[in-house]
């Protein structure tokens, strides 16, 4: 029987008593997804997984998606990518300074993570905490006004943080290869978007790859995708998520922003993380191409 706690008051839950390197009955994972959806953001704390594992648990919840970035896929498992910023012989081991800024996992793509589970190997000493913004409840508090006019409106999103093109910055997204980019197109998705699961509504990557709106001047998009992203990661719509070794986190892309922290480079941080995509198509990713404005 899993036993949960809530992280902070609003979202974010913490589960005890369960092994995941262990095969989990239907019974056992229904409550872990239940909690999952419940939670937005799902803790289980000291685990001890191998990278067989850790790929069947996130198997769980969906098909894995392996990330464009391919450098650093697990040398045992490609669904599996490498963060860290320990180097071996000079080289880096894994990816680093990932996602500095707050977004949501594979919203450039058509369809989206459903969740991004991390297995957390070595903790810094001083940080490294991954920011959750609830963007149900962000939502929810817009004024009726505003909802209202952003329930026809469709971002245009691609692979990058909008407030952070400088491929040097730490703050910017990971640099892609030429190869890796031309694989990126330009995708749509609905700013008032139902979750795909409960149908409940969130904002959808207001922050991050939203670059601009489909039938809107640049500029007034841009103002108003910033206004919703200053409203949308106010504090009070938070959580900063604390590491302990052998911790797993699962969260739901769907109705969260989340952001790395940057830490000293010199301070050993490894995780692996694995991301795992929609299983069905969303509705506005199927009308997408044939979007009309003034026709939604
Ligand atoms: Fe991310």
Redesign the pocket.
């Known amino acids: 029987m899993l036993q949960l706690k809530p992280l902070c008051p609003g979202f974010g839950l913490e589960a005890a008593g369960v092994d995941i390197s262990q095969p989990l009955t239907d019974a056992a994972f229904a409550e872990i997804e239940r909690a999952f959806y419940a939670g937005q953001v799902l803790v289980l704390r000291g685990q001890s997984l191998t990278p067989g594992e850790f790929v069947a648990f996130a198997r769980r919840f969906g098909p894995p998606e392996p990330h464009v970035i391919d450098q650093f896929h697990h040398p045992d498992d490609p669904n599996i990518l490498i963060l860290s910023n320990v180097k071996k012989d000079g080289k880096p081991t894994g990816l680093q300074d990932?996602?500095s800024y707050f977004?949501?996992?594979y919203s450039y793509l058509q369809v989206p993570a459903r969740a991004?589970t991390l297995y957390s190997l070595v903790v810094p000493k001083v940080g490294g905490d991954t920011l959750f913004a609830n963007q149900q409840a962000a939502y929810d508090d817009l004024p009726e006004a505003m909802k209202k006019r952003i329930e026809p409106l469709v971002a245009v999103h691609h692979y990058g943080n909008r407030n952070d093109t400088d491929e040097q910055s730490r703050t910017a997204a990971s640099p892609l290869t030429a190869e890796q980019k031309a694989k990126m197109p330009l995708i749509t998705h609905r700013i008032a978007r139902p979750h795909p699961v409960t149908g409940r509504k969130s904002l959808y990557a207001v922050s991050g790859s939203s670059f601009g709106i489909v039938g809107m001047p640049d500029d007034e998009a841009r103002a108003l995708l910033d206004e919703l992203a200053r409203h949308s990661t106010q504090p009070k719509y938070r959580y900063s998520l604390r590491y302990g070794v052998g911790d797993v986190v699962v969260w739901d892309n769907a109705s969260l922003l989340?952001s790395?922290t940057l830490i000293d480079p010199s301070d050993a941080r490894t995780l692996w993380r694995i991301t795992i995509k929609e299983p069905t198509l969303a509705a506005e990713a199927i009308l997408a191409p044939t979007f009309v404005p003034g026709t939604m």
Do not use: F, V
Request: without cysteine.
């Open positions: 990932a996602g977004h949501t996992d991004t989340h790395a």
